[in-house]
């Protein structure tokens, strides 16, 4: 892993990339709404400051290799839809975990299935991992979908994980290992 630059990555629809200081506004837009943020461990963003000390935060924790956050952005225009991360990658242990977002305007698309596919494709193949985890509250149906399309097995419910605005949430803990991938994707170089 090249911890020097977040490495880009293409879909055909989407640009997985650095998430700049020009990116605020968008940035903004999609974490400042209450329906996107509603099972998300942490408020709305209150304010565009707020944003873009984010958006610092985020490259902070690239570069002390705690995460490798991505924008979502559309090929067409470059415009940020949303944002997608692997947290705590563990290169002795070979996982990490899995957490993403879309702003509202870009949800049912398919837009997030093609970002996780091409995410999922990069930690197997490039990084090598061989188990990815995700968390989710179990009213996200949205979400769970998503994971359950990809291969994602439920693992775990975990009570009363999470304490967000005065509401204390539950969580299914997903684990999509390897072995599972590969077998779902027997296109994708195994290394
Ligand atoms: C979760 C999220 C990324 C899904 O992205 P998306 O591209 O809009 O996903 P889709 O519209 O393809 O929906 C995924 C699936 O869930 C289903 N779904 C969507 N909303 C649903 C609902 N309210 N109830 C039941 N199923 C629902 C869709 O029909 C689809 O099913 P399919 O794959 O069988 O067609 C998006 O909803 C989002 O950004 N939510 C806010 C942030 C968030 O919660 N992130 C996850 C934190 S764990």
């Known amino acids: 892993m090249d911890w020097q630059r977040l490495p880009t990555i ?4 989407l640009l997985l990339r650095r998430i700049s200081a020009a990116d605020v506004d968008d940035f903004f837009k999609i974490f400042s709404d209450p329906e996107v943020m509603r099972y998300w461990s942490t408020p709305p963003i ?4 707020a944003a873009s000390k984010l958006i610092g935060e985020i490259h902070a924790g690239f570069e002390r290799r705690e995460s490798l956050k991505w924008g979502i952005a559309l090929r067409t225009d470059d415009s940020l839809i949303g944002s997608v991360t692997l947290f705590h990658p563990d290169f002795t242990h070979r996982r990490a ?3 993403y977002a879309l702003g509202r305007g870009h949800w049912g698309q398919g837009y ?11 930690a197997f193949d490039v990084l090598n991992f061989h188990r990815l985890e995700a968390d989710v509250d179990p ?3 949205a979400s769970v979908r998503t994971l359950e399309r990809l291969g994602f097995q439920r693992e775990g ?4 994980r999470w304490h967000v605005n005065g509401e204390i949430q ?9 072995p599972d991938w590969d077998k779902a994707h027997p296109s994708t170089t195994n290394s």
Not at 113 to 122: G, H, N
């Open 10 to 13: 293409d879909t055909s629809r």
């Open 46 to 49: 209150p304010n565009r400051d």
């Open 97 to 99: 975990e899995i957490g």
């Open 112 to 122: 997030m299935q093609e970002t996780l596919k091409a995410v999922l494709t990069y």
């Open 139 to 141: 009213r996200n149906a």
């Open 157 to 160: 419910y975990l009570r009363e």
């Open 170 to 178: 539950d969580a299914f803990f997903y684990g999509l290992i390897r």
